[in-house]
């Protein structure tokens, strides 16, 4: 049984959601041991810990010039002290171009079966990944275990199959037959998939491998070598994925080369180079936006980004007004506001919001905002583990300015003590109050657990700002509470103009920064948030290039 | 019956052969009376007479500014004196941004069958187009007719059916529902295909439909307007197109300014104006390298380029060395080598080509090749007729270029007297022999019946520099003899690594030139002549963006 044919159920079944974008998920969220095993997780945080403090050896790849490596938690504020080989620009294009003529002439299904292969590995070590992501991001364990394992490996098998589809949207072979009234010309017609070439994989600090291993799969199974460039601050969990790519490549006598890990510190980053090096014909980003806009005018490179966008709520109408600011709250929260899809810009009408009770007025939704976050936050069983870590100081500076801002400071962020990690890097959402007129503060991100509350002229203005938002400084996401069917429709015809996906009245367990594999596309690629969504076909076939050739039928 | 009702069989029928890649031909490509009726001909070259000197009348649009038009034919070396209403840019954009709001809430179905009705309205015009087309590009009457009327109504059927077929890719709406152990979590999503906005189409002087329509559906089928930019010098063929458009759209009571004509005289050009604009979103262009590569650049557009390139012939060996010879010489003379796809470099070892009756020298298939040539040249049934007449006054000038460089002349080009106009512009072409170390004068596209045979040590050496000018120069076509299946693959090999399509070992009546819509990518988009392909999936899809929204179950 060849690996395709092992993995074959769970490819042709991806590839049928990706259509019907029904729920689906290959992997399992759950960790708990009747899922995964009664000692996954024990053994996990072993294996994780064994790792401290030594080199990072499970790599196949050769000619590293020296080993380095300084991340650091955000849990303890201390180094990890594990080191990885690094290498030179150079030494790793140059294996890639060596790996490319030979992974190129594998054929797809050989690829979709040794990448399937790869994240059932991966899946063994959903543990460690989770612990080393924990320890680099500073998510919450529940966080770091599914965004990290099995959300991420849901998202890699998105790409291999909408590439294993796009790579036999066409045929190989045909015969093309012309009657030309007295006779027929008949050629002989084929056609290749062509990969583009070396691509780089550059992560960000954040979600070291949700939001790279689209870009690792998605180019390795349309026939491109990759060079993954982690972020110095979170190298672990994607080296792991990497290493099982490596296994599977050479068990089937495949140069592990074909994916490399690229490490830099802080002190010497080699993004630039890579990206700019000739040889490179594919990039993947996830990071700030002004990285992102120079690497999308590279010129002859195919780039992929997700860059910062501000996320707006639109606060129109509500069923039940405690359950709308309870869910938002949740997402101010959660993992401290650190992730893409994290609201920011909450548009309120000055005269308030309706419910079936009457007008609540702005500043009672203020106030019932702050006392939702303030209570998930002062609840010792959910606040430390929702909240999860800091993972940069900057979010601390700016938290720090943003009670500085010319408003209202409804909700002041303070440290909260983790009990497992007395040292943990935290802070509590702050919530500022800003009038509308005053754009210019609210007109950029403000990474991390920041929330403004901007106080409208009505629920039409309120449209129009976050239209305006996500069109000039790009959305990944946005929230709206509204009753009325009007009111819903405007806001779903302007913000899709404005190519952001907008959650209605949600309540409860499911949020505006959860995007789910196989159903959401995250980051739509239509404004300045980002230019790649995943995982749209243009995902996987702007990385290769169909040629034709023909000959008589003789 | 609706219009798409009516339609439905031949865009079921295109999406299909999109896929197979056979052979499929929705308009007759034969302009014989008994496929388009006793009077076409007649009807259709009095009507071109008609317009001749008069104003261009037939557009719904309104507000123009002034009138004008500059054609002139390259048969008679006189202007056409019609005139076209000419238009503010501002009053083109204003009109374009209107339209849109009503266009994008078209469905796809109606939108399909409308513009599937232009295409059946157009197709009563094809001989009123192809005298259009003649006496604009100078191509000759079956060229004419053939390429501006069924095939480019064949290639715009093409992108309507992309485009149709993406838009229902994935579905409009489904229930979500995630099982969480005790309770499933229910989400209405829904998807929108939201069109990008603004889109500019701008015209080559050679190809004016033909080049064109594919943007023009392409960015129609996907909700986004159009305005249309001819060449200055080739108006009147897409004028009729967009004149059918407009009258189907406003039978069916939609705004006319969905697809503008926005004509500009040479002194005063609109182009650049247009393509800066904020407001457009797309840009089609066909043309030279230098303008598309600035049009590539310009920020926050998306847009779709044929631009130049350097095809190349690898003659490596042969079965019949005169049919090979008679393939090539009637590719040069074809249209005096004014298409995209013309051959230009002809790789020859310098031991010459191998065949069954032994080697060819250098020198012999040089002979041969010219003597294909002038046979042709100087055949009164067809000569005058294949070549046609030279477009533009500057390919002339490089014909004359061409016979000073440093090489021996193998055939010195002249002009041939067209028997129906004896003022045509004409020349035949000029062959010339270059070393292969000369790479300076053979490393750019020299546009016209210029045909270069060039020298090389041998065909590792002829692979590998037609590899390199399809990479750095860019190429459209390639073909190749070869009897020897080793080298065969090599071509096919390491020509797709330059995205480039390879013809091999074509005699008779079909040649490198051509390109079938449903069966040939025109364009591969991987290499620098260009960055779109007819039709691929990309070259819809990135038109529009996916947008998602998503809201709980009652």
């Not at 300015?401 to 040292?423: D, H, M, W, Y």
């Not at 990944?476 to 509470?481: E, G, L, N």
Request: aromatic share 10%; with cysteine.
């Amino acid at each position: 049984m060849t690996l395709f044919e092992k993995h074959q159920p769970v490819i042709t079944k991806a590839i049928e959601v990706l259509h019907s974008r029904i729920f689906f998920a290959a992997f399992p969220e759950n960790p708990s041991p009747a899922v995964y095993g009664e000692t996954a997780d024990a053994d996990g945080q072993a294996k994780f810990k064994n790792q401290l403090g030594k080199k990072f050896e499970e790599l196949k790849q050769s000619g590293a010039t020296t080993w380095g490596g300084q991340e650091e938690s955000p849990y303890t504020q201390e180094a990890l002290k594990i080191s990885y080989p690094l290498f030179t620009v150079d030494s790793l294009i140059g294996n890639s171009k060596k790996a490319f003529h030979q992974w190129r002439k594998v054929s797809a299904q050989d690829r979709a079966g040794i990448l399937m292969e790869s994240l059932e590995r991966t899946k063994k070590r959903f543990f460690e990944v989770a612990y080393a992501t924990m320890h680099t991001t500073g998510q919450g364990y529940m966080m770091a275990f599914q965004a990290s394992g099995p959300h991420a490996a849901d998202r890699a098998l998105e790409a291999i199959a909408a590439g294993y589809e796009e790579l036999n949207r066409f045929p190989g072979k045909v015969i093309w037959d012309k009657p030309m009234g007295k006779f027929n010309i008949q050629l002989n017609k084929e056609w290749r998939a062509v990969p583009k070439g070396i691509s780089v994989v550059i992560g960000c600090s954040t979600f070291p491998t949700w939001n790279s291993v689209t870009g690792i799969y998605g180019s390795l199974i349309t026939g491109n070598p990759v060079i993954v460039k982690p972020h110095p601050g979170a190298i672990l969990p994607i080296a792991i994925f990497v290493a099982e790519i490596q296994n599977v490549l050479t068990e089937n006598n495949l140069d592990p080369n074909t994916c490399q890990l690229g490490v830099d510190t802080f002190d010497k980053m080699i993004t630039k180079e890579l990206a700019e090096h000739p040889d490179v014909k594919l990039i993947d980003y996830t990071g700030n936006s002004a990285f992102g806009s120079y690497l999308e005018a590279l010129p002859g490179k195919t780039v992929f980004t997700e860059k910062t966008g501000v996320n707006s709520v639109i606060l129109d109408s509500v069923e039940d007004v405690d359950k709308a600011a309870a869910n938002l709250a949740f997402s101010v929260n959660l993992y401290s506001g650190q992730m893409c899809t994290a609201p920011q810009n909450l548009y309120i009408p000055a005269d308030g919001i309706n419910s079936p009770a009457g007008k609540i007025s702005f500043d009672d939704f203020a106030q019932k905002f702050a006392a939702q976050i303030t209570g998930l936050v002062d609840n010792p069983k959910a606040g430390p583990f929702v909240l999860g870590a800091i993972q940069n100081k900057k979010t601390n500076e700016r938290i720090a300015e943003a009670e500085k801002l010319p408003g209202k400071v409804i909700l002041k962020s303070r440290t909260l003590e983790n009990p497992q990690f007395k040292n943990a890097r935290t802070a509590t959402p702050v919530v500022v109050e800003i009038d509308s007129s005053k754009k210019e503060i609210y007109s950029k991100e403000l990474f991390g657990p920041i929330a403004l509350l901007i106080k409208t002229k009505n629920t039409n203005e309120s449209i129009a700002l976050a239209q305006e938002m996500a069109m000039k400084h790009g959305a990944i996401s946005c929230a709206a509470y509204t009753t009325d069917a009007s009111v819903h429709e405007k806001i779903a015809d302007e913000m899709a103009l404005a190519a952001t996906p907008v959650s209605f009245n949600l309540t409860g367990g499911i949020y505006m920064n959860q995007n789910a594999a196989f159903s959401d596309f995250h980051v739509t690629g239509g404004n300045p948030a980002g230019n790649a969504s995943f995982t749209n076909p243009e995902y996987v076939t702007k990385r290769f290039t169909w040629v034709g050739h023909r000959e008589p039928v003789k």
